[in-house]
């Protein structure tokens, strides 16, 4: 007996599309289920100016196969010399839909990320004026915080005091991997959201780590314990809309994860929606997985939802590939660690 599951066509509210070849070979394992993608800005050298902006989304559409339909939702990298006006001139145009905060350091290709915070006020300042989201990647970078902690130090370092002092300001806490930043969202009022990644409500940090290194599950923010996982499941399946997707799908060949110095990065595009709807089924809430996908991420972004539908459906395990090939080398696409029953209807 087959069961089968129609929603609405989903988002990816988070997604690292890189580049040339890379580019080519990521970008139709997401446009194959996803209509829309917010598109991370961390290139060499990153995406910061509007017209950088225009010039990669035209990259990103000459990328897309033939008969496959994808629009990229571009986002500028917040420097400490971002220009305000450039900002509000590529959010005014429907080009840009978000701004991108890194601490300077704080994960691939973050260098030119931002140090002091008191040099992005006036950009900061300018989008809350104009309703445009920051997206912000919650990690202080300082040597002497664990790992562990970097995520609760950066909210009471730097995101609470950012949102007291830009009132206003929407922002989408990214890829949230602790007990602590669900709570800190759900109190927060209409313009607070967060995402959450396809891995983080698979993993912990005994993933990473038992049993000799898994350089395939180390990301960042890196996966935390057990307990904080299920506060991410429990917040992805409530039905909450101020959770929704964004995969932080992170593509890095073989030779640079499984490296003296592994990148970080999880790359889930190609089974995400797979693996949520066992995430999903399991917690009793298949009647959710629309909601996290499909409505709550176009809901905070001030989009239509999607036209279309896709269809999930219900059988033996289905075998996606363990890795895809890209012109500068394989890829490893995540594993779950079990089977996965849904399939996505072609
Ligand atoms: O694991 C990650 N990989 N986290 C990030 O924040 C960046 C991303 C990447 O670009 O590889
Ligand atoms: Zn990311």
Redesign the pocket.
Known sequence: MSETLTITRPDDWHL?LRDGAMLAAVLPETARHFARAII?P?LVPPVVTGAQAAAYRDRILAALPEGMAFQPLMTLYLTEDTDPEDVAAAAASGLVRAVKLYPAGA???SASGVSDFDRVRGVLERMAEIGLPLCV?GEVTAADIDIFDRESVFIDRVLDPIRRATPGLRVVMEHITTAGAVDYVRAGGADLGATITTHHLVINRNHILVGGIHPHYY??PVAKRETHRLALVAAATSGENRFFLGT?S?P?TDALKENACG???CFTATNTLSILAEVFEREGALDRLEGFVSRHGPAFYRLPENPDTITLTRGAPVQYPTGIETGDGPVTVFDPGFDLHWRVAP
């Open positions: 690292h991370m961390n994960t691939t290709n990647h990301c960042l932080d992170a890095h990148c970080a990065g």
